[in-house]
C-alpha cells in the first residue's frame, strides 16, 4: 500500500498535466500514488491522460465526472474516499513539484496537522517554454536566478518561494508565523478530513471553498495548520487570475455563523447538527469590509473553468 497518496485537481489542461508528471517521476519519495481528479475535461483530453498514465513508475487512478461547472470540491471528494493511502497531499494539475516536495510533507506530518508550502508564480511567458524533458532534468532546480530576475523585470510573482532551504535553524525561523492554507499546496491524514466530512459540495465557484473554507472547519475540529514555506516547493504555471467571489463570501459567511465543523454537504451528505462555539462570533475571514464592499459581477461557470483551463 502506498504511504502517501498525491490528489490532483484537474480540467482540460493536458500540456500542463505532462509537466506535473514530469516533476513528479524525479521525486526523492518514491512510495506513492496519484489521483487525478478530473472535473469534466473533454473526451480527447481523457483519451490523453490514459496515454500519459501508463509509462510513469507510480501507481495511478483516474477519477472523472461530468462537466456541469466548477464542481472541484465534489470531484476532491470522490478522489478522498478513492485514496488507499492515509497520508493525502492535495496539489494542482498546474503545479510543478520541486524534487523533494513529496518527502517534505511525508517527513514533516504530525497528527492533527495540515501542513501547507507555497509557490512561485511563474509569467506566461516562462510557462509556455518550459518542456516535459526540461523538468526531468532538473529545470526548475536550476533556473532559480532567471526566475527571480523575471520577479523583477517581467510578471514571475514571489520567485523567493522558489529557493529551497535545508538548514534546520533557517528553516524554524522562516516558518514561526504560520500561514493559511493554499489549496495547491498542503496535506494532512485522511482522518482528519474525514472528520469533517471533507469539502463543502456548495462551493461551484473558484476560491474558498477549497482552501478557506476547509482550513477553518479544520481549525474548528482542532487541526493545526504548519507552513513549510521554502521547504515544500511548487512553480506555478501561468493562468489569468480569478476574483474572489461574492458568493462564495457570502456562503462562507453561513458556514461561520453556523459554527460547525462537519459539513452536511461532503462526503456523506447528511444532517449537521449546529455546534455554538467561540468561532461564531469570530469574522476574521470574512470582516464587514468583504460583506459590504466587495462587489463583484459573477460570471458564468463555464466561463470561470475556460478562463483558467485547470479547474481550481
Given at each position: ?8 485537481s484537474f480540467y482540460n489542461r493536458i500540456d500542463y498535466l505532462r509537466l506535473v508528471f ?97 509557490r512561485v508564480n511563474l509569467s506566461h511567458k516562462i510557462s509556455s517554454r518550459i518542456t ?35 538548514n534546520p535553524l533557517i528553516r524554524r525561523l522562516i516558518n514561526k508565523k504560520n500561514r ?133
Open positions: 500500500m502506498p504511504s502517501i497518496s498525491v490528489i490532483i514530469a516533476s513528479l517521476e524525479r521525486q526523492t519519495y518514491d512510495n506513492f500514488e496519484v489521483i487525478i481528479a478530473d472535473d469534466g475535461s473533454e473526451e480527447a483530453v481523457k483519451k490523453e491522460v490514459g496515454k500519459l498514465r501508463h509509462p510513469v513508475p507510480f501507481r495511478t487512478q483516474y477519477i472523472w465526472q461530468e462537466d456541469l461547472g466548477f464542481r472541484k470540491n465534489k470531484i476532491l471528494n470522490r478522489a478522498i474516499t478513492a485514496a488507499k493511502s492515509p497520508y493525502l497531499i492535495f496539489i494542482d494539475g498546474d503545479c510543478i513539484l520541486h524534487k523533494e516536495f513529496i518527502r517534505e510533507h511525508y517527513d514533516h506530518q504530525e497528527q492533527k496537522v495540515c501542513l501547507t508550502g507555497r516535459p524533458q526540461q523538468v526531468r532534468n532538473s529545470y526548475m532546480d536550476t533556473h532559480f536566478r532567471q526566475f527571480f530576475l523575471n520577479s523583477i523585470c517581467g510578471k514571475t510573482r514571489y520567485a523567493e518561494k522558489g529557493l529551497y532551504i535545508s493559511t492554507l493554499l489549496g495547491s499546496n498542503f496535506s494532512l491524514h485522511k482522518s482528519d478530513l474525514l472528520d469533517i466530512n471533507g469539502f463543502d459540495e456548495r462551493y461551484e465557484l473558484p476560491s474558498i471553498g477549497e482552501d478557506t473554507d476547509l482550513e477553518y472547519r479544520l481549525n474548528l475540529n482542532g487541526v493545526k495548520t504548519h507552513s513549510l514555506n521554502n521547504i515544500a516547493i511548487q512553480y506555478h504555471l501561468y493562468h489569468p487570475l480569478q476574483p474572489r467571489l461574492q458568493e462564495n463570501l457570502e456562503l462562507f459567511y453561513n458556514v461561520q455563523a453556523s459554527g460547525c465543523s462537519y459539513t452536511p454537504f461532503g462526503i456523506n451528505q447528511i444532517h449537521c447538527k449546529r455546534k455554538k462555539t467561540h468561532a461564531e462570533k469570530n469574522n476574521y475571514y470574512l470582516d464587514g469590509f468583504y460583506r459590504n464592499f466587495i462587489q463583484l459581477s459573477i460570471p458564468n461557470k463555464q466561463q470561470i473553468k475556460a478562463s483558467s483551463a485547470v479547474g481550481s
